[in-house]
Structures are given as C-alpha cells and as structure tokens.
C-alpha cells in the first residue's frame, strides 16, 4: 500500500523538524563544557590505549571508568575515529585536559550523532498519534530543554540511552516484550542507573509474557532468561574472563561518594540533611557536644561526605529498601492487570521513585522520567498538565550546571521556549472542538489508561498551585540574578568605611587591598610581582590626577644600564600588603630586595623602583 502524499509531506516536515534541532546543537558545539567532557575524553584514551583488562583499574586520571562495559565498547568504538581524528585526544598520558578545537568537535558531533537513536524511538512511539499530536510529541522530546542543557553543553551521551529507553517501551507497547527485555538488558549495559525500572519490567514481563499455563509460561520465561543472561553474558563476560568482575563492579557502585551527589538532586534526603543541620545547631545552642556537620555535606568523591550530626546515618541498603517500597504499589497494580498502555507510565513512576529516594542521586537524573512523561502527556490533559508543571521544573533545576555569564540567555531561552510551545500545544491538542478526536484516535473509548477527567474537561488547564510554584521560581530567579547583586552593592556602597581609591584597585587583589592602609602607615618587607592589569588601572589613575610622578631608573644595579622607562602596576604574590604606584624602570638582571615605604614615597621591588611623589595627595584625589 503507497503512502499518500498528504502522509508523506507531514513525514518530511517531521524530519525538517529533527534537521532544525540537529543545527541548533551545532551552533552550542563552542559553548561552555563541563568536566564531562574531559571525563569522557579520558575514557576514549583508556580504552584505546589499554588493553581490556585494565580499563576498570587504570588511575592513570582522577576521572576513571563507572559505567558499564557495553558503554566502555562503545568508547572504544570512538576511540579508533577519534585517534584518526586527533590521536593525541587518545593519548593515556599526552591527552589529560587536551581539547583542541578538533578534539572538542570531535566529541560534540559524536553525542549528536547517537541522538539518532533517539529520533528513531520518537519516530517510533508517535507512529499512533495524528496531527498536532504527532509533532507535539516531537517537540517535548527532540527539543528537550533538559537534553540540550546536558548532553549538548553540560556534556553527556543521555539522549542516547534515553532512546534506548523509549525503544524498549515502544516495543512493549506493541506487544513485543522479548525485543522490549532485550532492549532494556543491553541499556542497563551501557547505564546502571538506569535498573531502578528493573523490577517494573520483571514482573511485567512475568505476568504478560510468561502467562498461558505452566509449560507455556515455564517454556517463556526460559526464552526471556535467555535472552537477558545472553545480554549480560556478552557485556561482562570479558572482565569475568579476566578475574575482574569484583573490580567493575567496585567502580560502578561507588557507595563511599555519600548520600548525596556533589549538587544536590531536589529530592527527599536533602529535607532530612536540612533537618540534621537544624537539629545540629538547635542542640549546640541548648550546649549539647554536637559537632556541626559541614555546608556542603559532600564533595561528590569517594569518602568525601561528612556523617550526620543528629539523625540517624543512612546507608545504601536503607535507600535501597525505601525506593523498593515506594515502587511496590506500582508493582503490585502490574502484578493484578499488566496492560501494555501502561507501561510507560509505569516505568517514569519507578524512576521518579529512584530520584526521590535513591542514593547519590544526580540532578540529572530527573530527565529518566520527564522524557518518558512527554509521552503519557498526550493521552489526558490532566497528565499533560502534570507534565507541563514537571518539565519545567526539572530544567530549571538544572540551570547551575551552566553558570557562565555567557550560557545564562541560553538556558533561559531554552526553558521559555519550551514552556511557550508546550502551553500552545496542549490548549490545541485538548481543546473542545477536538476533544472526540482525540478520544477516538488515541485513547480509544473504553481504554482505561484514559484519565478519568478526560471526557468531563478537555482544556488543558493549569491548578493555581501549579501556577504559584512556577510564580515562586521566577520570583526565585530575578532576586537571584539581578536584585540580590544590585541590592547589596548599593548597601555595601552606603555602608561601607573604605574611601574611593580604595574599591578602584580592588579588582588588582581583593585580598591585598584589605591590608593596605597599613602599609601606608607602617612598611612590611613583602615580595612582589608585576601584573599588567595593575599597570593600566594605575596608569589611567595618574592621567586623571596629575598628582603622580615617576621617578628616574638607577642606571645601574650591578653595573647594567636599564632599559626603557616602563608604567607598570605592582600585585603582591602573598596574601599579607600590597604596594600600588608607578614603575618607571626594569633592568635586565634583577637582585632581590626587600620593599619598604620610605618617608618620601620611595619604594624598591627587585630591579625596580618607583616614586610617590604626594602619597597625600594621591589618596586625597579619590577620596
């Protein structure tokens, strides 16, 4: 049967629309990029410059492998591009923080490329969708603003692996649930993370595939087994044939990393350790022997977290049991009627179980359930409203991670855009005049993943809590971004004791400039250096208040003629003075001396000396 050019166009422009995406992620290639990037520049070397026995053990860098081995193949799989492209990027030793600009276009192509997986899987799951339908699917995901913020500045390969997800769950939405198994086998390979759906797809699998009586059952669950120890069997068995299974293992679980990761994810235990830092100094304040614990509670790296003061210390196999129990509702519903419509929300439950209560939990993780939800959001207007409310969330939460100036218009661009398309999209999707549309080609009129609003309110409709929370995030951002720093440099400038010609040589060296009235007053030997910034700053100063002079260069120190007379600012290396004014000669041998203030202005520094000629006047000039 040929496709109707009505269809064929609206394929077209779906694949225009990936295409634009596709160019947008080309323009962030130079932008900012987080130690990921090195992190993963490093894995390309490891791999291609060891052999596989080593690759879990190597600490050649402080950035070693975690992942599984599937994903240290496909490592390896860039590797032998990578060395053609720059074969220093691929050097064990020579490669540590190397990013050539090729090196950088190397990798940022490279996460590109692999998000074809993840427009096959959209492609895929929005086959059953019409119209506006259909491209608003492609939207939430292809244009993820959580995906470009990670993976195409941040630096990741999760749309890759979240492809692999949506592969799998279309797969098992179609009533293919041993591809739907073997997808999952091979992502829980390549991402370990990824298994707090494991026991999700287990009992599903159990209950819908392995059904039909005992022989039919027993004979399926043979097949799936098979499959899934085959999957397992292909990514491990290599390290196993090495004795290094214990070791891979040890990598990937590193539970010395503490409870939390080094930024925090949103989650539950970040209200437990406030409460712990709360009861901590209410107890020290009654006199209680509490230690306090530190601010940051975590530093991200193994045995870098602090224990808990009051509470009691959680541990993996708590967090563990927590996550097990909050799934077990969602189990217990697929346990009595495993529907394939429900899969998908089945599975961004379990994750978004995993991320409220999960272990060292990283804020990235949020995108294994909001990616999944922009599939269910479809279906109802109250899930799209949940997802709306979700979404945004979710990408402002992970705005620290770009923290540059210059990414700022980026990040937020990205995050109103988004809220912009998905607020238009879904008053089209469910308004009145298609609302039996949308009941018959989607949901179906008996369906019982249908919510049970749909019929009763079709507008898509945000809650006024909703809208108070996202009103809080905004309030949240300005004061941030804008009144915080305005407000308290207005009250620093009113209250503060320092005079004018103080603050303008505080951008040489706050530190220093804390000390230098005293140096003023009373000399210290100190060392000093030369720093060109001073130079210009100190330059311009002394053309505005014509109260400067510069004094005459010895002809010589050890029997040297000196150059040039030269205008240079003076920064002290150590944290203790400072000495400003002019530099008006630098001979070509230098012996050290110590500095000091004479009664005339006069200061010496290694080969230079400089003169004040009103110390007075100078001050009195920007006072």
């Not at 970040?270 to 530190?294: E, H, R, S």
């Not at 003023?520 to 002079?549: C, D, F, H, M």
Request: charge should be positive; proline fraction near 5%.
């Amino acid at each position: 049967m040929k496709k109707s050019p009505k269809n064929h166009r609206r394929i077209s422009d779906i694949w225009w629309f990936a295409l634009v995406a596709t160019a947008v992620k080309l323009l962030l290639i130079p932008a900012y990029r987080s130690t990921d990037f090195e992190v993963h520049r490093h894995w390309l070397a490891l791999t291609h410059s060891l052999p596989l026995s080593r690759w879990y053990s190597d600490t050649t860098s402080p950035w070693t492998l975690d992942y599984p081995p599937f994903f240290a193949y496909f490592e390896k799989f860039l590797s032998f591009f990578a060395s053609l492209v720059d074969p220093t990027m691929t050097h064990l030793h020579k490669g540590i923080n190397y990013a050539s600009p090729r090196a950088i276009l190397f990798q940022r192509l490279s996460v590109i490329f692999s998000d074809v997986l993840l427009i096959y899987s959209t492609r895929k799951l929005s086959k059953d969708f019409k119209g506006t339908g259909k491209f608003l699917m492609w939207a939430l995901i292809i244009w993820s603003p959580g995906l470009f913020i990670v993976d195409h500045l941040h630096f990741q390969y999760n749309g890759f692996m979240l492809g692999m997800l949506l592969l799998s769950l279309s797969y098992l939405e179609e009533g293919r649930d041993v591809m739907g198994g073997f997808v999952f086998a091979v992502l829980l390979c390549f991402k370990h993370l990824f298994a707090v759906a494991a026991p999700v797809y287990f009992v599903y699998l159990f209950r819908h595939y392995c059904r039909g009586g005992f022989v039919k059952g027993s004979g399926r669950l043979v097949v799936m087994g098979s499959v899934v120890l085959a999957v397992f069997a292909a990514a491990y068995g290599p390290f196993a044939y090495y004795g290094q299974i214990q070791q891979v293992f040890r990598r990937m679980f590193p539970f010395g990393r503490g409870l939390c990761h080094a930024y925090w994810a949103p989650n539950f235990w970040v209200f437990y350790i406030i409460l712990d830092k709360l009861l901590a100094f209410l107890f020290a304040k009654l006199g209680f022997n509490i230690q306090a614990p530190t601010a940051s509670f975590t530093g991200g790296l193994v045995g870098d977290s602090s224990p808990f003061a009051v509470l009691p210390t959680i541990t993996p196999l708590i967090t563990f049991i927590t996550v097990l129990l909050a799934i077990s509702p969602c189990l217990i519903k697929i346990w009595r009627d495993p529907q394939p419509s429900m899969v998908t929300r089945w599975v961004a439950y379990a994750y978004t179980c995993g991320f409220l209560f999960g272990w060292h939990v990283h804020e990235k993780a949020s995108l294994h359930f909001v990616v999944p939800l922009s599939i269910i959001a479809l279906k109802s207007a109250e899930d799209a409203k949940h997802y709306f409310f979700l979404s945004i969330v979710s990408c402002y939460s992970l705005f620290p991670l770009l923290f540059e100036a210059q990414e700022y218009p980026i990040k937020v661009s990205l995050l109103l855009l988004h809220a912009v398309l998905m607020w238009f999209g879904f008053s089209s999707h469910f308004s009145k005049s298609k609302a039996g549309k949308a009941s018959s080609s989607v949901l179906g009129k008996d369906d019982k993943f249908r919510s049970p609003n749909a019929d009763r309110d079709v507008k898509f409709v945000l809650g006024w809590y909703g809208k108070a929370y996202l009103l809080g995030l905004f309030v949240v951002e300005i004061w941030g971004q804008f009144l915080h720093p305005i407000i308290f440099a207005v009250l620093e400038e009113r209250f503060t004791t320092r005079p004018r010609w103080k603050k303008h040589f505080t951008v040489l060296d706050h530190r220093a400039q804390k000390h230098l009235p005293s140096q003023l007053r009373k000399p210290e030997p100190v060392e000093a250096k030369v720093t060109s910034l001073g130079a210009s700053l100190v330059l311009q100063a002394a053309k505005e208040s014509s109260s400067i002079t510069t004094a005459a260069a010895p002809e010589s120190v050890e029997g040297n003629t000196s150059e040039s007379s030269e205008v240079l600012g003076i920064e002290a290396a150590k944290e203790s003075s400072e000495v400003l004014g002019i530099v008006s000669a630098k001979s070509k041998q230098s012996r050290p001396e110590k500095v000091g203030i004479k009664e005339q202005g006069e200061v010496k520094i290694p080969g230079d000396i400089f003169k004040v000629s009103s110390l007075k006047t100078f001050r009195n000039h920007w006072e």
